[in-house]
């Protein structure tokens, strides 16, 4: 995605100009659609670039594995700075800033890297093809979207069986196992309590005799 600015270049500080996407551009790898509209305004060191571009990307499902397209917005701010003056064709020195953007020695401006960067910051760390993608089979990988396989249902752990099955017979009205055992443990201390105030009575009784 190139624009040449080199009338840009010679304009006054300030001078904007306007312009529409829509182009394929290479990005992450693949052919991408881009779209949207870019403003540029001429600084006093280059050009600085503002819009909003809507690009779809191909990634990979993190459930399924499969290829799909992604849709991103990119907001896009960043200032290019000329490698050469526009009048003279001579080098310009440029800032001493990492991974800063320029303008090549033809007044060319590629926004290409900048869409790739901005493209990569905003991709979803698990992208999903679907929001309810039912992914791969564990056994046999096979891709339940696309309906269920031959496997077998899978076997609850025995660790888990006690706990599942006391909650699917549980009825609504009736408490939680965790409720359940802590009323049992206030009934056995209750029951401890009372075995402690018969003795010390007995042993109030036994003294007066």
């Known amino acids: 995605m ?3 600015v080199a009338q840009q270049l010679k304009a006054p ?3 904007t100009r306007n312009y529409e996407i829509n182009e394929i551009v290479d990005i992450a790898g693949g052919g991408s659609l881009v779209q949207g509209k870019v403003r540029l305004t001429r600084t006093n060191r280059g ?3 503002k819009g909003t571009l809507h690009i779809d990307i191909e990634v990979t499902c993190s459930r399924c594995l499969s290829l799909f397209n992604c849709p991103l917005t990119l907001n896009i701010e960043e200032e290019y700075f000329p490698a050469s003056d526009v009048a003279s064709g001579a080098s310009l020195p440029l800032p001493d800033e990492p991974g800063c953007f320029t303008i090549d020695e033809h007044h060319i401006l ?3 890297e900048a869409l790739s960067q901005y493209a990569l910051l905003v991709v ?4 999903l093809c679907r929001e309810d993608c039912a992914g791969l089979c564990p056994r046999c990988g096979h891709e339940l979207n696309q309906g269920p396989c031959g496997c077998p249902p899978q076997e609850t752990e025995l ?3 006690e706990l599942r099955e006391c909650l699917s017979t549980s009825s609504p009205l ?3 196992p965790l409720e359940d055992m802590r009323k049992r443990g206030h ?8 075995l402690l105030n018969n003795l010390e009575l007995g042993s109030s009784q036994h003294i007066i005799n």
Do not use: A, C, Y
């Open 110 to 112: 590629d926004l290409t």
């Open 2 to 4: 190139q624009i040449n």
């Open 47 to 49: 050009i600085l670039v």
């Open 187 to 194: 009934e056995r201390t209750t029951h401890q309590f009372s």
């Open 124 to 127: 979803p760390m698990k992208p």
């Open 13 to 15: 500080i300030g001078t």
């Open 159 to 161: 660790r888990w069986s």
């Open 174 to 176: 009736s408490p939680s």
